[in-house]
């Protein structure tokens, strides 16, 4: 480690630094908000990364889908920001100390809420697993998705999946309730929701696979608590008789120190040590070497909107850096964290600057006591505070303390640290200077960060998927609140709420709860597959070196993968079939319609027609005359009050009809007392004398043959 000279002309520089100040103050008054004023979403936190992970914090302004750039591990997420995995690649979230996300590959996330009592979260390609630990009494954890908002109205576990033109609700424990354009839905612990189209005009419910479902809660928890698993959620029935078991807030003394709203804090368990520290309480310390110092092992990134944000490097590196305070008690650094029982607000760093020259910053954590200024930046970067807090502390606990203030050329202030690269300032030059709490007063400093995307590389998506992710649109159940930096933010982000009349009428659902499993497809799940086949091509390098536990494990995830490769197929060919039927009665249901079309078309002819060219639909035949019966004879069709297997004889103007023979459906045979009839009115009747009477006992006529089709409304199915 090395320390900085303090040069003659430092006086001056002094002076300047104060200049710099005093207009920091100006610039203060001018953009100062009251504490009345809206208060800053809160942040989550990016966890673990696993392959390529891309975050985008787009302004959002004039139709631009932002700036894509690498999320690393530790990177905060706020309102109005966009993460997506790339192939084989995974992402772990956490939303606060209780509430987890866990992002497949090819999946995208974006936040829309994020509050004390309302979460809204959208998912627009691929599939995520949501672990909702905790939720306050009238909280909203909600996920928007195209075709429909899930809530999670319980604490549980949820896997959440868009394919195929579908979305797929799985609930593993816990109660969901679904809201789409069409209607609503509960889906209960063990039950899948399947969504079909936007408007989810087809909706099915079914039972969960047992295996599917082991295997999801399985590969989750492997993931989420790599170091403490065990593997006994392989059996789903293992997780349903026990399914808190990893929760954290049994598990990690830091919950008795901690609000559980902070997220990322149940790692300090494995990195350090709480102490009951004399005038603080109990504090955390973590196990470092000696020399080491808060803020000096991350890197910087300017953050919309809360502008200057640490990223720490360090694998336990989120809460101690964004919330709470340090205190360095006998040459050892403490972490003083807010009491439990208090909501700690969400900082993107806790130091002060320390303008040392025109081409030299430092930083220096703030400690118990210390003021901060808590605020957030327009469009052009320009500040908007929150308090009345002094810009210019006069002064700070660790100031004095050695090696606290971390000092780096500006033009290096967006590169990676470490403690070997940082260097020292000695007293006597922080003596003439004077710290102030935001960065982007100081002119030098400021011109350096609105011009730059510091600490992150970019990283350019396919423009299709870009182009799908920025014009889908999803569906809440309510619209997000406000923002007074993110404006426009249901516009940018395609956000539209469903309607009232939705939330008040049930979804017609399909219920194969009670059926066969492997007749309805239902065991083929893209999502479990897909973490399947990762975890074969992870286990596949260390059997092929002879490791004898991930041999065994690789054959057992070979056979479940043969075993599901049958059942799928066996779904598609039972798919088929039922696609084939379908087709078969709607065919059958056309060829009755026109039959039945065809009859009325008979009925109001007054004269029988001769039959066209095309046989296969039946037509009114030529009456057909007998030698023996001199008169014409003219068919009297039908009436629907009579019966339609008998025909009638009908006295009309002085002759006698004689009826003809009626077309009959194909394939139908002639009753006996029809054919009876029909002899009856071929044999010769007497002379009529005079004028027949009329028979007005007869309705209006109808054609004979023709059919009464049984039209049946749409079958609702068991609620959910």
Known sequence: MSSIKVWPHMTIVAIVVAMVAGLGVAFYMKHEQTVSAESLPNAARIQRVDGEVALNNGLYENGSDGQWVTATANTPFSVGDRIYTRDNSRASLAFTGRNFARLNPNSSLDVISLADRRTQLALREGSAIFDVGYLEPNE????????????????????????????????????AQV?????????????????????????????????????????????????????????????????YYYDPYNRYNSYQYVSS??????????????????????????????????????YWMNDYPYGMTWIST?????????????????????????????????????????????NNIGWVPLGPGDPYAPRYYDANWQPYYLTRTNLVPTQLVNLSVPGAVAVVPIQDLGRSFDPRSINHANPQMLA????????????????????????RGKIDLPPGIAKKLYE????????PNASPFRKDLAKALRVEAAPEKAKGTKFQIRDE??????????????????????????????????????????????????????????????????????????QRGQRNAIQHAQG???????????????????????????????????????????????????????RVDVPRAQPQPRAAQPQPHAVQSQQRAAQPQPQAQGHSKPDHSQGPPTAKGQEQSGGGGKGKGKKP
């Not at 889906?187 to 295997?215: C, F, H, P, W």
């Open 600 to 654: 009325e078309a008979v009925g109001r002819r007054e004269q029988p027609e001769t039959p066209r060219a095309r046989q296969d639909v039946p037509r009114a035949r030529e009456p057909q005359r007998r030698q023996d019966v001199p008169q014409p004879q003219v068919v009297q069709p039908q009436t629907p009050r009579g019966r339609q297997d008998v025909p009638r004889a009908r006295e009309s103007q002085g």
């Open 513 to 586: 709860r009670g059926s066969d499993q492997r007749a309805t497809g239902q065991t083929a799940n893209p999502d479990v597959d897909q973490a399947r086949k990762q975890k074969i091509d992870q286990l596949a390098p260390e059997a092929a070196k002879g490791n004898r536990d991930a041999r065994r494990q690789l054959q057992d995830l070979q056979q479940q993968q043969r075993q599901a490769d049958v059942s799928r197929k066996q779904a598609e060919r039972a798919a088929t079939q039922q696609q084939r039927q379908q087709q078969v009665e709607q």
């Open 472 to 479: 889908t649109p999803v569906i809440t159940s309510s619209v």
């Open 140 to 175: 909203l954890f909600e996920v928007a998705t195209p075709y429909g908002a899930v809530d999670f109205d319980q604490p549980g576990l949820y896997n959440v999946g868009l394919g195929n033109g579908n979305a797929v609700v799985s609930v593993l424990s816990g109660l």
């Open 432 to 455: 003439q200077v004077r710290p102030v709490l935001d960065p982007l007063t100081l002119t030098p400093l400021r011109n350096a960060v609105v011009h730059s995307a510091w600490g």
């Open 314 to 358: 360090e694998p336990w590196g989120y809460a101690p850096y964004h919330y709470g305070r340090w205190a360095s008690i006998n040459n050892q650094w403490f972490w003083i964290p807010d009491t439990v029982n208090t909501t700690p607000t969400y900082a993107p760093a806790l130091v002060a600057w320390v303008p040392v020259d025109a």
């Open 261 to 298: 709203t902070i997220p990322g804090f149940y790692d300090l368990d494995s990195y350090g040590a709480w102490q009951d520290v004399n005038g603080y309480g109990y504090a955390w310390s973590p196990r470092v070497d000696s020399g080491w110092a808060p803020y000096q092992q991350g």
């Open 179 to 243: 809201v789409g354009l069409g209607g609503s839905g509960q889906i209960s612990k063990g039950e899948m929701l399947t969504l079909a189209g936007q408007t989810a005009a087809q909706v099915l419910l079914s039972r969960l696979d047992g295996r599917n479902a082991g295997y999801l809660v399985n590969d989750y928890y492997s993931n989420q608590y790599p170091n403490l698993y065990d593997g006994r959620y392989s059996s789903y029935d293992a997780y349903l008789a026990d399914p």
